[in-house]
């Protein structure tokens, strides 16, 4: 059965255990009286500039040009500026941390899902040569037949910097992408802001892979309409001193059925019909290819993540429940009686914020029924997977076949210079949920990558890119598009 559309507003009222709206209360009173500055960071975000801060960021200064600029260095993005450099673009990446990798790294997100169906490889082109990299020192391993790929967080921050540099791309680290400049609907500029303050980059073609579309929106690009109930955000966690020999193989996703710690979630359901347990998903763990240490997603609450108000709340309560739940783990589940809290991830895991509306917004339907399109560019073969944000439920359509993703879906009518890739693609919200991933998020920022490149040599609107000579770019790449 094909999993049906959400609907708008939560079908299902909290399990009476769930207290999270009370703390999240509790949460915000207490950061609006923390050192009389969390009150202003917590105002609702406005695009609108103060005079002052429109004048200053009219007079930042113009720091480069070039062809291509790709806004966000996670998943879609750096591959997305490595295939714009490789394409003969003068690229600039930037990016808000100091790392490459986004939800991979800076989010602890993992494993790298996926790469295989039924025992075949869907996914190649430089998503898969990055996995060749990555496994070469020793930071991957690739679970058969699913072709989820385990990693070492801090190898992929390596590998990631390593092939945007070998690609000639120039790196903005640190830095925060906070406007943009318009003739009309074409992108001119994009402002960021760093230790040097507020700086300008000039580019032909701009490429969003900020995640939650930051730079479409303030360009003007029109929005899917979000559902109220949008799926949860998590804060993952790493622990050492785990005993991994202890855990079954499934269970440190190696590419086998029952990934899910279904003992550890009977104990949380037991233990919430007498005591406050948090919302909690899963729970799923990853191994780091580390002995002894795990990544762990159990933690889940309902937030939009590109409201400051409602990101901020999240990280502070997740931050709480992360502690609850390892010390629940070190009282009941005996791998991890002596586990320790190495680290929780710089930023909370995030699932569905702003979707585009593109030049055609792919339907569930079309994506589970592997229909094929004369402009296809990426594939997906990840579960469609949505999960509750109010309860520890997950619905999950496992696919028969791959998806296809469309390039126009990467584009929004009228925007000439303007390509999007990764989350925010134009999917409905069952296409979204599974195309989300990282596999797939990279494989769009290659298609975007070689499209703003040719588009380039061609002088052409993104809209009017030769599809033919696209495809053939990235099939010659080691793309797996049919």
């Not at 059965?1 to 049906?4: A, L, Q, R």
């Not at 507003?9 to 399990?15: D, E, L």
């Not at 895991?349 to 702003?354: L, M, V």
């Given at each position: 059965?094909?999993?049906?559309p ?27 009286g ?9 105002a609702?975000?406005?695009l ?55 939800m ?12 295989n169906?039924?025992g ?28 989820n ?17 070998d690609?000639g ?11 943009c ?8 500029h ?33 929005m899917?309409p979000?559902?109220e109930?949008l ?18 193989p ?11 710690d ?25 191994s780091t290819?580390a ?16 409201d ?17 739940f ?8 005996p791998?991890?009686r ?10 909370t ?6 979707r585009?509306?593109g ?18 560019i ?17 619905r999950a ?42 596999a ?13 490149a ?10 009017q ?18």
């Open positions: 059965m094909k999993p049906k959400r609907k708008t507003k939560p079908t299902n009222t909290p399990p009476a255990n769930d207290d999270t709206h009370s703390r999240r209360a509790f949460l915000s009173g207490c950061a609006k923390i050192g009389g500055v969390a009150v202003a960071g917590l609702a975000p406005s609108l500039a103060t005079p002052a801060e429109a004048s200053r960021q009219a007079a930042a200064p113009v720091v480069g040009e070039y062809d291509v600029v790709v806004c966000g260095g996670g998943p879609a993005g750096f591959i997305a500026a490595v295939a714009a450099a490789r394409g003969g673009a003068r690229t600039a990446l930037v990016e808000r941390y100091g790392f490459l990798g986004g991979a790294t800076a989010g602890l997100v993992s494993p790298i899902s996926v790469f169906l039924n075949r490889r869907v996914i190649g082109g430089t998503p898969w040569e990055f996995i060749e990299k990555l496994s070469a020192i020793g930071g991957a391993g690739v679970d058969l037949p699913r072709g790929v385990t990693f070492c967080p801090e190898k992929y921050k390596l590998v990631a910097q390593r092939m945007v540099i690609a791309v120039t790196l903005y680290l640190h830095s925060y992408l906070t406007d400049r318009q003739n009309g609907r074409a992108l001119s994009v402002v960021i802001e760093n230790k040097n303050g507020a700086q300008t980059l000039a580019a032909k073609y701009f490429i969003d892979c900020t995640g939650d579309a930051d730079l479409a929106l303030r360009a003007g690009v029109p899917q979000a559902p109930n799926q949860p955000a998590s804060l993952i966690f790493m622990l050492g001193n785990v005993d991994t020999d202890a855990i079954p499934n269970r440190l996703r190696h590419g086998l059925p029952g990934s899910q279904t003992d550890f979630r009977a104990i949380l359901q037991k233990l919430s019909k007498t005591q406050k347990i948090p919302l909690f998903g899963g729970p799923w763990y990853n290819l002995k002894g240490v795990v990544v762990v997603n159990i933690t889940r609450t309902a937030a939009n993540m590109a400051n108000r409602e990101a901020t709340e999240a990280e502070c309560l997740l931050r709480e429940d992360v502690h609850t390892v010390d629940l783990l070190r009282k009941h589940a791998a991890f002596d586990a320790t809290l190495l680290t929780t991830a710089t930023q895991g995030i699932r569905e914020t702003r585009i509306l030049a055609h917004t792919l339907t569930g339907d079309e994506y589970l029924a592997a229909t094929k399109f004369p402009d296809t990426a594939r997906g073969c990840h579960p469609v997977d949505i999960h509750s944000s109010n309860s520890a439920r997950q359509e496992y696919l028969k076949q791959p998806g296809n993703v469309p390039y126009r879906c990467l584009h929004s009518p009228g925007f000439p210079n303007l390509l999007v890739a990764g989350r925010p693609f134009s999917g409905d919200e069952v296409a979204s949920a599974s195309v989300r991933v990282q797939s998020a990279m494989c769009l920022g290659q298609a975007a990558g070689a499209a703003a040719l588009c380039l040599a061609d002088n052409r609107d993104v809209s890119v030769n599809i033919g000579r696209l495809r053939e770019t990235l099939i010659q790449s080691g793309a797996i598009l049919d």
